[in-house]
């Protein structure tokens, strides 16, 4: 049962990388008039969360 929550950790951690990957070229574009759709910074702290809390439950399993 605990293998699940390790592994939705590793999912949220691997969500919260490719977050940061992406606000990083964000932050790069060439044209810096083009408005971005996603809230990577928000999706990278809420990745960030989820992973903690998943992993808290997986150690206390």
Same mark, same amino acid.
């Given at each position: ?49 989820? !992973? !903690? ?9």
């Amino acid at each position: 049962m605990a293998m699940r929550f390790w592994a939705g950790a590793g999912g949220a951690l691997a969500l919260a990388v490719v977050a940061g990957i992406n606000e990083w070229r964000r932050k790069r574009r060439a044209n810096l008039d083009s408005i971005g759709l996603v809230d990577w910074p928000g999706v990278q702290v809420l990745a960030l969360v989820a !992973a !903690a809390i998943l992993a808290s439950i997986a150690w206390n399993s």
